[in-house]
């Protein structure tokens, strides 16, 4: 096991490379100076010339990259001008509310999604069932983001129930209960947005035809053959293994969901990442866009390998090497 | 040969309703998009005759924030859509599968490597990709088109070396191999033909993930300003929700409508085309 875990630790050495050195080559390929780029737009001439020096600028493109990832190993992306603040700095602040939204997403989709998917494998082939399916294919290709307008629409511009942007009333000056209460309140539709366009529905065709997939199985056979009741088969011996894939899924679609954040957290104004990447974007400060993307690919490889290791250990059919 | 086994595909095919459906959707689609200048009743960037007006008998789908009428914007959409879900997929499909047979066909270091390479660039948040690049380089519907096929690739290279790889020890082409064809014929005329066919039914799905993609980057304003696209239609409704909703809906329900019909069309595909399925049935 720990020769598995140091193996898989040492894979994504070359993907976080991989990434480091697309930025480099970005910098390089984007019209201007680079160190002009690298320092940010609204940069004055004397700090453009600090960063050429710290990062060797004027050496020869090998001592650039070395250099370069040099000081990203030590945990600095950068400063950010416009803002004031370290890269890291100003990304670990925005976290908190970029994870809330994609973990409520996340849970909520995978409960849900596996529980709409169960009923739709149980009466495979009904009128129910095939309901089910089309209903989550229109789901699955609606845009977030339109879905998010239309929710806001209906709810907030129409019904008036639920506010349409931010995290909180902040002036309100909310504390304790009142507080969670008035957070629940507000994520309610960027949460059911994120969730029910796409990442809910992914999850129940997952849930559905690997069910269908097991129930195939010999040991489904055995388990009948027994004289087990259907409930027991189907809830004790079909579903534990159905859900194995499910696992996986809710890993990798890390990737996935953090472009779903973006466009949810657009829509509804909601503070996190999502949003503040697209104002950097349009403010070109280019340290901390680049920040931004090396941060979010880590965290998506991370997330993979977590994921890798927690399969490992609940399918014991996989061989650690 | 060929024309039989389009025929037995076709047989299946039409046999499964939502994928017919589907069908005729798309091919309705492509129509609208061929004929946008003889259905559409102004131009993408006409002036209509007022702002912000309601739908009504002359505007079905009302008018926007400049007066644009909203039914032709979502005509000519369908241009846009179209061109970026093809453009990419097109893109996708020959680097895939060059690379994925090549990984397939060698085995060896040369498999190792390329895979490894799949994996990575699997990994990346393409999303976050694409809009650094946009951000850096500047909006233009051409460029985004080349970014987004080239994050998509890998999973058709998967696809086609694991098609490949299976295909490689079945005696035609072992035979073929034996007779002294050149590695290039034998992927060309013997594996190729045979294995493409999921490398298909992905395709049609890249390209219904290719114009939720376009959508979303022009609704998040790094779309190509000089293109009408539906994202950007919605980009605009977004600004003026509270005071026009017809805006905002129709040009999402004919993204919703393009890419529900692609990916029937892509299950039909598959359907037809794997009789494991169908023994399901």
């Known amino acids: ?321 | 040969m060929v024309l039989a086994k389009i025929r037995g595909f076709f047989n299946v095919y039409e046999k499964n309703r939502g994928a017919m459906v589907g069908l005729a959707v798309l091919s309705s689609c492509f129509a609208v998009a061929l004929l946008a200048p003889f259905i559409s009743p102004y131009g993408p960037f006409e002036w209509a005759g007022g702002l912000f007006l309601p739908p009504s008998a002359r505007y079905p789908f009302g008018t926007d924030n400049m007066g644009r009428d909203v039914l032709s914007g979502v005509i000519w959409g369908f241009r846009i859509s179209l061109l970026f879900g093809l453009g990419v997929a097109g893109i996708s499909l020959v680097i895939g599968v060059i690379l994925g047979a090549i990984a397939g066909y060698f085995g060896g270091l040369v498999d190792d490597f390329l895979s490894r390479v799949f994996e990575i660039y699997m990994m990346i948040p393409a999303i976050f990709l694409i809009i650094m690049i946009t951000a850096i380089f500047g909006a233009d519907i051409f460029r985004t088109m080349i970014v987004v096929g080239l994050t998509v690739w890998p999973s058709n290279a998967k696809i086609t070396r694991a098609q490949v790889l299976t295909l490689k020890s079945r005696a035609f082409v072992q035979a073929s191999i034996g007779s002294g064809m050149s590695h290039l014929q034998i992927i060309y005329t013997h594996i190729l033909p045979n294995g493409i066919q999921p490398v298909i039914v992905n395709s049609t799905l890249q390209m219904a993930s290719a114009i939720i993609t376009e959508a979303g980057l022009s609704f998040l304003g790094l779309g190509d300003p000089n293109q009408r696209s539906w994202g950007q239609m919605l980009y605009y409704a977004q600004l003026s929700v509270k005071t026009a909703w017809w805006m905002a809906v129709f040009p999402g329900i004919a993204i919703v409508v393009l890419v529900v019909a692609f990916n029937l069309v892509g299950e039909g595909i598959s359907f037809a085309m794997n009789p494991k399925l169908q023994r399901r049935r």
């Open chain 1, 1 to 321: 096991m720990t020769r598995y875990l140091a193996r898989r630790l040492l894979e994504i050495i070359p993907v976080i490379l991989a990434i480091v050195v697309f930025n480099f080559v970005l910098i390089h390929v984007a019209p201007g100076d680079p160190a002009q780029m690298m320092a940010g737009e609204m940069a004055n001439q004397e700090y453009v010339q600090e960063i050429r020096m710290r990062y060797g600028l004027d050496k020869p493109i090998y001592v650039q990259l070395a250099l370069y990832l040099a000081n990203i190993l030590r945990g600095d992306l950068g400063y950010s001008i416009p803002r004031g603040q370290p890269v890291l700095f100003l990304i670990l602040e925005k976290i908190p509310a970029t994870l809330l939204l994609v973990i409520s997403a996340q849970v909520f989709s995978v409960i849900f999604g596996t529980m709409i998917g169960v009923l739709s494998a149980r009466n495979y082939g009904s009128r129910k069932d095939a309901l089910i399916c089309f209903s989550s294919l229109v789901l699955y290709s609606t845009p977030v983001f339109w879905f998010g307008l239309i929710l806001i629409l209906v709810f907030g511009v129409g019904l008036r129930i639920f506010p349409i942007f931010g995290m909180t009333a902040a002036e309100k000056g909310l504390t304790g209960f009142a507080y969670l209460g008035d957070l629940i309140w507000h994520a309610f539709l960027p949460v059911m947005t994120l969730s029910l366009a796409g990442l809910a529905p992914m999850f129940l065709r997952l849930a559905r035809s690997s069910i269908l997939e097991v129930m195939k199985e010999d040991f489904i056979t055995t388990a009948r053959a027994k004289g087990l009741t259907e409930n027991v088969v189907f809830f004790k011996h079909a579903l534990r293994n159905a859900l194995l894939p499910t696992v996986t899924q809710a890993g990798f679609a890390l990737g996935f969901v953090f472009s779903g954040a973006v466009m949810t957290e657009t829509v509804f104004a909601w503070p996190g990442l999502g949003r503040f990447m697209m104002d950097t974007a349009f403010q070109r400060d280019y340290p901390l866009l680049m920040g931004m993307f090396l941060f979010i690919s880590v965290a998506v490889v991370a997330a993979s390998l977590i994921t890798d290791i927690v399969y490992s250990v609940l399918d014991p059919r996989v061989v650690y090497k």
